[in-house]
């Protein structure tokens, strides 16, 4: 083989090897890009969904901050309203309380359930006591007399076992009371309106079921 003939060949091999080299560089730098585009992509991926998890978490906790003060701010237009509705209501309920006791079968009524819790609370006379020692009071209203007090008045001698003391008040406008050794029982208007806390908490569902059905 002429020189010129292994200069060539020569040649041809460092080509080829230049050509195996250049493909696999390529081949590695292909990879390599592939797996860096890969990798940011994937990358890309978390931080969106990262950056989407955190709206979503800061959207809640808005939604959560609204919720709280729109619960606060209805609590607070129901508490004004309830006082509101107390405050219409109280003076209509006193007045209707009144205007029951002028009416005969209310009134009979009122003063029956006074007289059967009466009858469970106080105490008889003790057989051998002194006269008028553990006497019921019957406190009624001045304007209150008749057939209506002395009946009233016999069932309480029948079921004390001595007579009532009769007290006519002139502070006593409507309703009754039965007293003995302590014991009181107040169906005046005053002791039916006693605890404001109940009976207004029952007066503003009342008031409050009259509005919605209106």
């Not at 230049?18 to 292909?30: D, H």
């Not at 860096?36 to 906790?61: I, M, P, W």
């Amino acid at each position: 083989m002429s020189l010129a003939a292994r200069t060539q060949a020569l040649l041809d091999l460092v080509e080829s090897d230049r050509r195996a080299q250049c493909e696999r560089i390529a081949g590695t730098a292909e990879a390599q890009s592939a797996a860096l585009l890969a990798q940011a992509r994937h990358d890309a991926r978390l931080r969106v969904h990262a950056a989407l998890s955190a709206e979503r978490e800061r959207a809640a906790a808005r939604l959560a901050a609204a919720e709280a003060e729109w619960q606060t701010l209805r609590r607070a237009h129901a508490q004004r309203r309830t006082g509101t509705l107390l405050g219409l209501g109280w003076p209509a309920l006193r007045a209707e309380l009144h205007a029951r006791w002028q009416r005969a079968p209310a009134r009979q009524a009122w003063v029956e359930h006074a007289f059967a819790l009466a009858q469970a609370v106080l105490p008889r006379t003790v057989p051998g006591s002194p006269a008028g020692a553990a006497a019921w009071q019957l406190q009624h209203p001045a304007d209150w007399t008749g057939d209506e007090v002395h009946a009233l008045a016999q069932r309480i001698a029948e079921a004390s076992g001595q007579p009532p003391r009769c007290m006519p008040l002139a502070s006593l406008q409507a309703g009754l009371r039965l007293a003995t050794a302590g014991v009181v029982v107040d169906a005046s208007v005053d002791g039916l309106l006693a605890d404001r806390d109940e009976v207004g908490g029952r007066l503003a569902r009342l008031l409050a079921a009259a509005g919605e059905a209106a």
